[in-house]
């Protein structure tokens, strides 16, 4: 079965700190996704990459950045973190799209700023 | 700007009755609308999906229904199981740039009762 590891289960960080959010999967999939999850908005989406070194804006990129210098690793970096970022943060993996895409997502980080 | 809007936000469901969810979206690019399951601490994950080419797809007691003119999509659960108990996203997918962007809504926190 498909991992996709999320280095923190809770997070606990202050406003302005910068905050980094790591994300492994061990299926060699093409594409890895940033989504946060908040109540009553669904999952929106952050940023995504298609391969290595490549990254797209998603539908709220602002206030985050992404970098992606391994095939199995994705991270989403917080410059300055800032209250109204605090969140259920999913990472989430699959293989090149034709489609008919699957997303194999990890458990989640609940990141708090206080 | 919601591009998938999904109703109920929460449903209650005696045992053995039926669950109907229903989302609606804008863009006619989407082409795959997948439904995912996510169950308290855990990730999302894929629960059944179709394409517009098909007005029903049934897995056990689990059935979307979709309507292309009306742009409507529903996912229908026979025999409702406290097992069924989770959050329920729609989603819709379509091509961006040399990826695909999947859009979720925004949830269905179904309860079904012993």
């Known amino acids: 079965d498909v991992k996709v590891t999320q280095s923190s289960r809770y997070l606990v960080k202050r406003t302005g700190e910068k905050v980094f959010l790591e994300c492994v999967q061990d299926?060699?999939?093409?594409?890895m996704f940033w989504y946060r999850q908040d109540p009553g908005l669904g999952l929106r989406l952050i940023y995504f990459s298609y391969d290595v070194k490549m990254k797209e804006k998603g539908d709220i990129p602002e206030g985050y950045s992404v970098s992606r210098e391994k095939k199995e690793r994705f991270s989403l970096i917080l410059e300055s973190a800032s209250t109204n970022q605090t969140s259920m943060y999913l990472c989430a993996s699959s293989t090149y799209g034709t489609g008919n895409e699957k997303l194999f997502f990890g458990s989640g980080t609940q990141l708090s700023v206080l | 700007q919601q591009q998938v809007k999904q109703s109920p936000q929460s449903l209650i469901v005696q045992k053995g009755g039926i669950s109907i969810i229903n989302c609606a979206y804008e863009n006619t690019a989407f082409d795959y609308f997948p439904w995912y399951q996510q169950f308290p601490g855990k990730g999302p994950a894929l629960l059944i999906a179709i394409r517009p080419d098909v007005s029903e797809k049934k897995e056990g007691r689990f059935t979307i229904s979709f309507n292309k003119s009306a742009k409507q999509f529903s996912l229908h659960i026979m025999d409702s199981q406290p097992g069924d108990s989770a959050t329920y996203f729609c989603?819709?997918?379509?091509?961006?740039?040399?990826?695909?962007?999947?859009?979720f809504g925004s949830g269905t926190q179904l309860t079904v009762l012993p």
């Open positions: 989603a819709a997918s379509r091509s961006s740039g040399s990826a695909r962007q999947l859009t």
């Open positions: 299926m060699d999939h093409e594409n």
